[in-house]
């Protein structure tokens, strides 16, 4: 059996340094290869640089979408830092629709080497991989979660994530990420019209966190600046600033004008999942 792992970086394959904790090359490679079967070839794409996921973008997503399309039919293990991983998560997982892959993304909170979770999430991303499942799956704290909708719901313990169910995924419109610009815009009480106005100018889209079940002020400044940017041909997605739940237009009668302005109901998308549908679409 053959088996691909794309090392993008993150704490799990960090060392001591006298600045602090820092990527190093071959830790990862290293801890894996020891615990794979012998009948088992590893093949290993290695970013260099390794990257901090907080500097993981479409630029990244599209590189891991190129290596594992052109290693057809292999299993494959992500190793990635866990402050973006909901993002990717979402980014392969509907990039890859239809296709068939297995994909496990794996990380830590703490690095291999600490007596801490990096080897247990390792060997379960493993014997997930070698099971060559489709789908693409976070192997984190003992369990396999669907990784369409990862919430990163703390900072610090090793139970970091959780998976909200997502509708069913279609193959996306496109295959990679293009250079559109988009972004994630969270409503608040006194929200100014026209920093949205501003916001959305510099945009070709963004996904709008709005109340509840889906809410947002009757300000009619604040609702005109979101028709604009409908009406502009952006895309405007609106999702619920719960992690639990998603919209239901037309509960509330406060959710009416934001309804009204021609924004796209997310449903029960997570924030990420509703940017990354926008920008395949």
Same mark, same amino acid.
């Given at each position: &059996?053959?088996? %691909?792992?794309?090392?993008?970086?993150?704490?799990? #394959? &960090?060392?001591?340094?006298? =600045?602090? %904790?820092?990527?190093?090359? #071959?830790?990862?490679?290293?801890?894996?290869?020891e615990r794979l079967p012998t009948d088992v070839a590893l093949f290993s794409h290695v970013f260099d640089p390794l990257l901090d996921s907080?500097d993981v973008g479409p630029g990244h997503w599209n590189r891991m979408l190129e290596v594992i399309r052109s290693h057809e039919g292999l299993?494959?293990?992500?190793?990635?830092?866990?402050?973006?991983?909901?993002?990717?998560?979402?980014?392969?997982?509907?990039?890859?629709?239809?296709?068939?892959? +297995?994909?496990?993304? +794996?990380?830590? &909170?703490?690095?291999?080497?600490?007596?801490?979770?990096?080897?247990?999430?390792?060997?379960?991303?493993?014997? =997930?991989? !070698?099971?060559?499942?489709?789908?693409?799956?976070?192997?984190?704290?003992?369990?396999?979660?669907?990784?369409? #909708? %990862?919430?990163?719901?703390?900072?610090?313990?090793?139970?970091?994530?959780?998976?909200?169910?997502? @509708?069913? /995924?279609?193959?996306?419109?496109?295959?990679?990420?293009?250079?559109?610009?988009?972004?994630?815009?969270? !409503?608040?009480?006194?929200?100014?019209?026209?920093?949205?106005?501003?916001?959305?100018? +510099?945009? @070709?889209?963004?996904? /709008?966190?709005?109340?509840?079940?889906?809410?947002?002020?009757?300000?009619?400044?604040?609702?005109?600046?979101?028709?604009?940017a409908v009406r502009a041909g952006k895309r405007v997605r609106a999702v619920s600033q719960c992690e639990r739940g998603g919209l239901e237009?037309?509960?509330?009668?406060? #959710?009416?004008? %934001? *309804?009204?302005?021609?924004?796209?109901?997310?449903?029960?998308?997570?924030?990420?999942?509703? /940017?990354?549908?926008? *920008? /395949?679409?």
């Amino acid at each position: &059996m053959k088996l %691909l792992l794309i090392h993008t970086g993150g704490t799990i #394959g &960090m060392a001591e340094t006298g =600045a602090g %904790l820092a990527p190093k090359a #071959g830790l990862v490679e290293q801890a894996l290869g020891e615990r794979l079967p012998t009948d088992v070839a590893l093949f290993s794409h290695v970013f260099d640089p390794l990257l901090d996921s907080a500097d993981v973008g479409p630029g990244h997503w599209n590189r891991m979408l190129e290596v594992i399309r052109s290693h057809e039919g292999l299993p494959v293990i992500i190793t990635h830092g866990t402050d973006t991983m909901s993002f990717t998560g979402a980014a392969l997982s509907q990039a890859l629709a239809g296709e068939g892959r +297995c994909v496990v993304l +794996c990380g830590s &909170m703490k690095p291999l080497g600490h007596g801490a979770d990096a080897e247990g999430n390792l060997q379960l991303a493993i014997d =997930a991989a !070698l099971s060559n499942e489709p789908g693409v799956a976070l192997a984190f704290a003992g369990k396999m979660m669907p990784a369409a #909708g %990862l919430i990163k719901r703390d900072s610090e313990a090793e139970d970091a994530f959780r998976s909200v169910p997502q @509708d069913h /995924l279609e193959p996306s419109a496109r295959p990679v990420f293009d250079d559109r610009r988009f972004a994630i815009l969270t !409503l608040s009480p006194g929200i100014s019209a026209e920093f949205l106005r501003l916001a959305l100018s +510099c945009l @070709d889209g963004a996904v /709008l966190r709005v109340f509840g079940s889906g809410t947002a002020m009757s300000d009619p400044v604040v609702l005109k600046a979101l028709e604009e940017a409908v009406r502009a041909g952006k895309r405007v997605r609106a999702v619920s600033q719960c992690e639990r739940g998603g919209l239901e237009p037309g509960t509330y009668a406060a #959710g009416a004008g %934001l *309804w009204a302005t021609g924004i796209e109901n997310g449903g029960r998308q997570t924030p990420e999942a509703a /940017l990354i549908s926008i *920008w /395949l679409a």
